[in-house]
């Protein structure tokens, strides 16, 4: 009788202290709303950290460029290359803490005829290191604002407290998963919030550092005339640089980004003038005295200038935000310094088009922009593309 007794005390001990373990949701959103530092606070902090969170991969990748997706793979049609990257971002597995930086990292693969190529068995060195580079991207995500003054004689505050008593009476149950409720409820709340337009304007900021490094160095044959033999110049295509990134996304259904972004490079004057090698063929005489080419050499006829660029990027971008996606004017200006000094400025009209969950997949700018040479100014009228493939691993 005595173990029976010692037992059924053990047993209340337990429920006791496991009682402690649960929580109601809606009292941890109350507890974290009455924690916060500011004074008659219309949300806590963990409920903002979801907010700008899920806003931040959802701005048009062309001005935006961030994502929090872990794997994923895209085209750019502009380089005619491949990538296929991640993204690892400080939250771990906690969507309640706040969102603070973001590690990225992809590989690029250059392709041409439609096909990028990592091993040519037919070379002698069969992988083909020259076509594949890796990019790795470092940013900081600064704190943002949700502003919800009433401009136009509605009371957001107290449509969103009315919203929030439903939330705490839906939520008012003891449960041992208390925080996985906790952020249902918050998302909730947020989409709520959206569907109803109950924010003034929300405005965010984030910093980059991004450094793109090939894995192989690019050759060249070149010759300063077609009387003169060709020499072998070898050519590493790196570069770095730091951005800089502001935004203001308004409910009325518009958004407003800046960007400003210094850039050094690797480069040299083939690349500048974008000049094509000329082909040279060895003939020899065969059978029956006809002619038969035993060597191809692709030539660039031009004096070789390899140096270093530091350029200076000034990009603002307004958009029309709607269910399908967004559209909107971008122009932007480029001032590089050194051996080529040139200013290049475009004038674009971008496009991003949503997968189902309002996350821009699709994006084309339609482009007029002048680019200068080192002697001369070219013209040109096309688009610009990116395709997004998404998540490769849920």
Not at 15 to 20: I, L, P, R, V
Not at 138 to 150: D, E, P, T, V, Y
Not at 250 to 279: H, T
Request: hydrophobic share 40%; proline share 3%.
């Amino acid at each position: 009788m005595k173990i029976v007794n010692n037992l059924l005390v053990i047993l209340f001990v337990l429920s006791y202290f496991n009682s402690f373990s649960q929580d109601v949701p809606y009292q941890l959103y109350q507890r974290d709303l009455e924690a916060t530092d500011t004074k008659d606070a219309l949300f806590n902090d963990k409920m903002l950290n979801v907010f700008f969170a899920s806003e931040i991969g959802t701005a048009f990748a062309g001005s935006n460029n961030l994502s929090l997706q872990k794997f994923y793979a895209s085209i750019d049609a502009s380089d005619k290359s491949l990538s296929i990257g991640f993204n690892y971002d400080s939250r771990t597995k906690n969507k309640l803490q706040r969102l603070k930086y973001i590690h990225s990292g992809n590989f690029k693969i250059k392709s041409s005829n439609k096909f990028a190529t990592l091993f040519d068995f037919s070379e002698e060195e069969a992988f083909q290191k020259n076509n594949i580079g890796f990019t790795y991207k470092f940013s900081i995500i600064g704190r943002g604002i949700l502003n919800f003054k009433n401009t136009d004689g509605l009371d957001r505050k107290a449509t969103i407290k009315r919203n929030r008593a439903k939330l705490y009476k839906e939520y008012n149950t003891v449960s041992d998963n208390a925080e996985e409720l906790y952020v249902e409820m918050v998302e909730k709340e947020i989409k709520y919030i959206k569907a109803n337009n109950l924010y003034n304007y929300q405005w965010n900021h984030w910093y980059s550092l991004e450094v793109y490094l090939p894995f192989g160095e690019k050759t060249y044959q070149v010759s300063p005339n077609i009387t003169v033999e060709d020499k072998e110049h070898s050519f590493w295509e790196a570069s770095v640089s730091l951005s800089a990134n502001t935004m203001w996304e308004f409910s009325k259904g518009y958004s407003i980004f800046l960007k400003g972004l210094f850039n050094a490079k690797n480069n040299n004057n083939l690349l500048i003038e974008n000049l094509s090698p000329n082909v040279f063929q060895t003939l020899e005489t065969g059978f029956n005295n006809t002619s038969v080419i035993t060597n191809t050499e692709n030539i660039f006829i031009a004096d070789y200038n390899p140096f270093v660029t530091p350029s200076i990027l000034l990009e603002p971008a307004f958009f029309v935000n709607t269910n399908f996606g967004s559209f909107g004017f971008s122009p932007s200006v480029e001032f590089n310094f050194g051996t080529y000094d040139g200013i290049n400025w475009k004038l674009g009209v971008p496009i991003s088009l949503n997968d189902s969950e309002g996350k821009p997949k699709v994006n084309f700018e339609i482009q007029w922009k002048e680019i200068k040479t080192l002697n001369s100014n070219v013209h040109l009228i096309g688009l610009s593309t990116n395709f997004l493939f998404g998540d490769l691993i849920n």
